[in-house]
T-cell receptor, first 116, second 114 residues
Framework: AQTVTQSQPEMSVQEAETVTLSCTYD???????LFWYKQPPSRQMILVIR??????QNATENRFSVNFQKAAKSFSLKISDSQLGDTAMYFCAFIGYGGATNKLIFGTGTLLAVQP | GAVVSQHPSRVICKSGTSVKIECRSL??????MFWYRQFPKKSLMLMATSNEGSKATYEQGVEKDKFLINHASLTLSTLTVTSAHPEDSSFYIC??????????FGSGTRLTVV
């Protein structure tokens, strides 16, 4: 069974600094996607970044980048130049396409607080 | 971009009554829709997956008769919480997916049963 683990329930960072959120996953599938979603206090789920497993290059979206280590099954999110609006719950998510799983599996989330 | 509209955003109902939550994909046809439940400061728990015109597939532990899901068209899915009880109070989120847009989430519904 696929699992997604986020070992940091809460994190804090000063405005303008960099923070890295950790995520590990377990799967036997070879084809899959990984995502980071942001859920601000409004509770709207917002896609931050996605990574296809077959791509070796790490995905980047403006201030957000990932460190995808396929062999280690690790998928961390780096937020550079943190802004107050980055304060949110962040969920790592997995979806497999090679097997029976075609639904998003979420980690437990990391609550990030950006301090002024 | 893809937009999913979810209504109502908040609802309060009396114990024993039923409440319906709608999820609409506004600018694309969703091949699959998903319903999640989320407790405060917790992750999203998948309740069921629905495909247009077929019965929903419920996750283990989710009562089919309590949480009725109807996916009548490629743009509309509904979740009906029947005979609601206070323990059903929660935040419910839908998600719609297609091959082009991936997964798009609604803004959620906060249900309070009194």
């Amino acid at each position: 069974a696929q699992t997604v683990t986020q070992s940091q329930p809460e994190m804090s960072v000063q405005e303008a600094e960099t923070v890295t959120l950790s995520c590990t996953y377990d799967t036997s599938e070879s084809n899959y996607y990984l995502f980071w979603y942001k859920q601000p206090p409004s509770r709207q789920m917002i896609l931050v970044i996605r990574q296809e497993a077959y791509k070796q290059q790490n995905a980047t979206e403006n201030r957000f980048s990932v460190n995808f280590q396929k062999a280690a099954k690790s998928f961390s999110l780096k937020i550079s130049d943190s802004q107050l609006g980055d304060t949110a719950m962040y969920f790592c998510a997995f979806i497999g396409y090679g097997g029976a799983t075609n639904k998003l599996i979420f980690g437990t989330g990391t609550l990030l607080a950006v301090q002024p | 971009g893809a937009v999913v509209s979810q209504h109502p955003s908040r609802v309060i109902c009396k114990s024993g009554t039923s409440v319906k939550i709608e999820c609409r994909s506004l600018d694309f046809q969703a091949t699959t829709m998903f319903w999640y439940r989320q407790f405060p400061k917790k992750s999203l728990m998948l309740m069921a997956t629905s495909n247009e015109g077929s019965k929903a597939t419920y996750e283990q532990g989710v009562e089919k008769d309590k949480f009725l899901i109807n996916h009548a068209s490629l743009t509309l899915s509904t979740l009906t919480v029947t005979s609601a009880h206070p323990e059903d109070s929660s935040f419910y989120i839908c998600s719609a997916s297609d091959s082009r847009h991936g997964y798009t989430f609604g803004s959620g519904t906060r249900l309070t049963v009194v």
